[in-house]
């Protein structure tokens, strides 16, 4: 078979449903291939749409979504919708087309260094350079998207590579299975908890991934404790729970601001700088902090964090 049709079966193997993209000559092999697939094509008009279609997959599924484009003008077009998956955490496996390698090394049509570009906006990218890498490079891609913090990965086939001969099969899927967190760490925020008078719950986009949602309800039931959500992290508490205050307003003076500001504890479950800057809502001195997340907490002088459960 060809290493388009291996690929293609790669992607049956990760579970992909759905591709988001818009065809060219340079990934026409991965084309024909998907036509005897069961992966639905889902066709778009500009690839910057398609990277944002596969971003809001990523986000409400957990899963990688995935776009397709060719190369130069294709690739660029993704670049705003691959940033922003990125930065907000959805994992996202892009496909770009490349010219034949027998072009590369000087001045042809549309020859850019694709990866060179998407590089800063990407967790991981990579050039098929032999076809049997093709498992290997596809288990990586989504096992790197989806892994914490996710986001981007992008694979380039070269058109000539696309049409190799190869005799493979595809790994098998493996899921990862994250360790418990440190009981030390755990008994220090709830010594924290505990000498807390007013503590609250802020909800940040990571509460919504990995089904940590239902832990974090249970939790603030059994404890008593209200919940905030960032923009991000909306639906971590369903709105009509009884401790669900809602969602913190930029800059804004509501009451959920003003349970930020008189709270002396807060819980960060989940809460990413990128989503809502700590300078905006740690602005009364003298809280304790406590943050809950599946990497250790970023430095911020805004966010010093008393006890970091991972």
């Known amino acids: 078979m060809k290493a388009s049709d291996l690929l293609v079966k790669c992607l049956e193997a990760e579970g992909v449903e759905r591709i988001f993209g818009v065809p060219g000559e340079e990934n026409a092999d991965t084309m024909i291939s998907l036509m ?25 599924t957990g899963k990688s979504g995935v776009c397709l484009a060719t190369l130069g003008p294709g690739v660029t077009n993704l670049v705003t919708g691959l940033a922003d998956a990125n930065m907000d955490r959805a994992p996202t496996v892009a496909i770009i087309g490349q010219g034949s390698t027998r072009r590369l090394h000087k001045e042809s049509h549309q020859n850019m260094d694709s990866l060179s570009m998407l590089r800063p906006i990407s967790k991981w990218v990579t050039s098929v350079v032999n076809a049997e890498s093709i498992p290997e490079i596809v288990r990586k891609a989504f096992k790197v998207a989806e892994a914490e913090k996710p986001g981007v990965t992008v694979i380039e086939l070269p058109e000539d590579i696309a049409e190799d001969d190869v005799d493979l099969l595809p790994m098998n899927v493996t899921k990862t299975r994250r360790p418990a967190a440190d009981h030390k760490a755990i008994k220090a925020a709830v010594d924290l908890v505990a000498a807390a008078k007013n503590p609250i719950i802020i909800a940040g986009n990571g509460a919504v991934r990995k089904r940590a949602s239902d832990q974090l309800k249970r939790f603030a039931h059994k404890s008593g404790i209200a919940v905030v959500s960032t923009f991000m992290g909306k639906g971590a508490v369903a709105r009509s729970d009884e401790h669900c205050l809602f969602t913190m307003g930029l800059q804004g003076g509501d009451y959920v601001n003003l349970a930020v500001d008189e709270a002396d ?22 809280k304790k902090l406590i943050s809950l997340d599946f990497e250790p907490a970023e430095i911020d002088s805004d966010f010093p964090v008393d006890v970091d459960v991972v």
């Not at 960060?268 to 905006?280: C, F, K, N, Q, W």
């Open 36 to 60: 005897d697939s069961k992966i639905e094509f889902v066709l778009c008009r500009h690839e910057q749409s398609a990277a944002f279609m596969a971003d809001a997959y990523g986000r409400l």
């Open 265 to 286: 504890l807060v819980i960060a479950a989940g809460y990413d700088l990128v989503e809502y800057a700590p300078s905006l809502w740690n602005k009364t001195p003298g």
